[in-house]
């Protein structure tokens, strides 16, 4: 900030633009053509729309059947949901572990679905690898180092969460981890940051979104049930998540959310997921729409 | 937050809900009709789409009846631009005062435009209160609750900018201020809040949109040209606010931003001024139609 | 931040430093003897140590009486306490107006004391500068520019408090609108800013108080009432202030909190007050011996 | 927050008080006394004062061995040391990884001091604790619930800092899931949080100390250096952290601070050093004082 003589600008932010020479390997520039992720015969990152739908947590066979099932119904190629539950407290339920991702895999192959799960440790990740498509790696993980490398060192997809406090360039440089070990299969998370509000779990931080399309070449992801944390305003957000360009979203599904052993207050009914799918389809080739007209 | 016997829940967001009570007389409620500012003929809050276009500053008569004539050929029905600046150094340019406030008052007629314009103390408020059509209360004055007083005194409708750092409820709560005083005709208005990021000016909270059109039953107005303070990144915000529910969009354009007084390397250009509002103004179509097809 | 050649340093901070061109009148430097503010002949900023103590508001003279002997039995030479209040909800106690200034006018003759209480606009500037021996602007005004130039044009004391969201080189800009008004006597006040913390009312910044007192001339007083806003964790916080260079510190005071007209919950008893009062002066004397030494 | 019939307080903040039942292994109560972790024959949390020094980062054999030989006579009881890194950038020094262990082992044979050193993650943990008096886990790993767990399963003591966005309720959860473990030799560690400030490199949390004090029965270690960042900031930070109870405080030394591999512009001289060694001690011996007659 500085004054000049004639007293103009008193916000200079010539500097605001991050220096892409710290994270050279993800950057977008001139010459760099997007990373379009293969997941199993489905892109994520070449223009089209994905939903990624599943509860927070596996809680058992019967639910995950039952949500997978909604999921693909309303066109997800994707299911959510975690086996391996990091939690503040040590007394909150943990996931069902290795249970949980056998039931994820069963799910996968009845309804046609990618299985997105997360991997909180390098212990576990041989086998969340084994059944996981794409590997989350979650907010309280994004700056794990040795997390980010060990999945850097394998060939399966990677969902990295922006970290709750984390600034993008953090985010990037945790990025540039990953794929400085030779996995190039990265996709950037947005899932709502900290700050003084009280109204809401989150701060769904939408301006992430354009910023990470504009200064990596990685596809985006939207969070916006982590987002917002509130089940009626999740649409919005997610719809927010479509129009600056998100690749796809990925929302918490519940059947039963106020019975959920996990995050159940910010899981859309079957019923509220399924409109939700419908619209965020419609808004998605509006956006596609305009984009090509622009060109 | 609580950890429950069965070790369930570790975030219990029972109370995110605000007391209503704390702000009874712009609460939404059942019942309670959403309130409609009518603007000399001009209607916000009705489920029409408006646009709010102009420069920071109003710099000289010359440049404001340049930008006028951009926005009033692109369908804004509304003026912006400052005639007296709260800036953050007394070294900065403070705006034109009164002389602004005439040139304003040439391009309005001249265009049929609304004027919005800032009021930054008591003192000058008859002054701003003749010319202006829509006073707006700056981020800074959200607590300035002398003014928020003084503003709900007399009858022109208000727009109440959120704080950079401020809760919504504290925000309805000036609100409050306004319209206990006897002016119902208030707008509040996203600008964005301070976060750590550091690659945006602020970070723009969509979020807050949907929790105003939630809780209140004021009108909203979306200022992305402050929200994110990147030109490129305004268009991706605009659209945001706009599929979140905001009543009209207020941006900041400049036909020469890099010799603006104030705040110019966040407005857009004429010609992406241009191409934003055939944009917006083609979604708010689909947004609306999606709002009655849901009825 | 960048990333060397060799691999160093992933924080560089050398432009940590302000730029003092920012406040020139108010900066510290070469030559510059600190501002010491005389109090109608008590001086704050001369390396001595002082205490302001008393209620948040004046609520009644009974009150303002009983608690004034307090204060000045333990020393304090100056009596705070609140007769126009800025409040977050137009409903709650705005405080006992210009018969409030007539009770500390009364209350510090009594008890020869310097009376420090806030001015909340323009308007009522003139009474409050008619009792007032030092004009408080609260942290909701730090940046109502209108009212730093008029305390500006105007001869008494400012206590300046820190907004509670706001950069010190804001702090510090606002200070030099007083300042370049003509006033010199500013007073710099650390009061905590928001966080998101929730097991305090605010984060008191300590950090603070040591850059104020490097980067400007000023004195600089301590708030740590609000700075924590819990009784018994008030005296750790003022002496934390005292070690990092405070020239005084203000706690508030109330014989019945629980009976408080305002933020009662934060205030110490009278017997808490003298037990403080007694440590800090003993404590001060420890950091005034220790910086002679140091010479 | 809420309004009251007669208008008063408009923060009522009875909820600030965290819910014990949420860490009750590590919250403190009657008859619950406070933990003291002998460390090789010292004791920390015992009421005595202790002094951490050394530099950030291992960088040589020759550099360590200087700085440990100041740090000791000095009357630091434990070294500081990283052997590995986490680092924001893949690209940044890592640490010297186990030859960085054998210095340190080697310094403090020579030394007779304890070595504090991080370990980052499950894999190097065996190697860590090998050496390790205390393993730090650092701000970015608090919420690493298997690392927690790790040292948790251990019997060597675990010095867990504060995440830089962290509440402390996350951190006594934190530290909740390390003695639930098994493991009661937890100390807690408040190095600075996050904030809009950028004339810091943290904000320094006083009050947090203050807090971890109160509400549990651990002992707690300031790190100023991380805290404030900016090397002439630390002796009074450090002297704040005293006088709020610390049990220790650990400071960056370096002897070539310009030259340091990692954070040498926040690293004190062996001068610097020298001179708050003897004022902390000293200011310890006021502090225990005051505590003795308060008795």
């Known amino acids: 900030m500085s004054i000049q003589a004639d007293g103009r600008c008193d916000v200079v932010r010539d500097d605001c633009a991050p220096n892409v020479a710290d994270f050279p390997l993800v950057a977008a520039g001139a010459g760099v053509k997007p990373t379009v992720v293969n997941v199993r015969g ?5 223009g089209t729309f994905n939903l990624i739908a599943g509860p927070c947590a596996v809680e058992s066979r019967e639910q995950l059947l039952r949500i997978a099932e909604v999921a693909a119904d309303s066109g997800a190629k994707f299911l959510r949901g975690g086996a391996f539950k990091p939690r503040t407290s040590p007394y909150s339920f943990q996931g069902m572990g290795i249970e949980g991702l056998r039931i994820l895999a069963e799910a996968a192959r009845q309804f046609d679905l990618r299985i997105v799960t997360e991997v909180k440790d390098c212990e576990s990740l041989p086998d969340v690898a084994e059944v996981a498509d794409v590997l989350q790696v979650g907010s309280r993980n994004m700056q794990n180092f040795s997390l980010l490398e060990a999945v850097g060192r394998q ?3 990677v969902l990295l969460k922006r970290g ?11 990025a540039e981890y990953i794929v400085a070990q030779g996995n190039p299969n990265v996709i950037l998370c947005e899932r709502g940051i900290r700050t003084f509000e009280t109204m809401t779990r989150n701060t769904f931080d939408v301006g992430a979104i354009a910023m990470m399309k504009h200064w990596t070449h990685l596809p985006v992801v939207a969070d916006p049930s982590h987002g917002i944390g509130i089940p009626w305003a999740v649409p919005a957000m997610a719809r927010a998540a479509v129009v600056c360009g998100a690749d796809a979203v990925m929302v918490e599904v519940h059947d039963d959310p106020s019975h959920a052993l996990s995050d159940g207050q910010q899981a859309l009914t079957p019923q509220a997921y399924r409109a939700l799918a419908r619209e965020l389809n419609d808004l998605s ?3 596609c729409l305009r984009h090509e007209q622009g060109r």
């Open 42 to 46: 489905v892109s994520i990152g070449d």
């Open 155 to 157: 060939r399966k997809p």
């Open 164 to 174: 709750m406090g984390a600034r993008l360039v953090e985010l990037f440089m945790a």
């Open 285 to 287: 080739r509006w956006a």
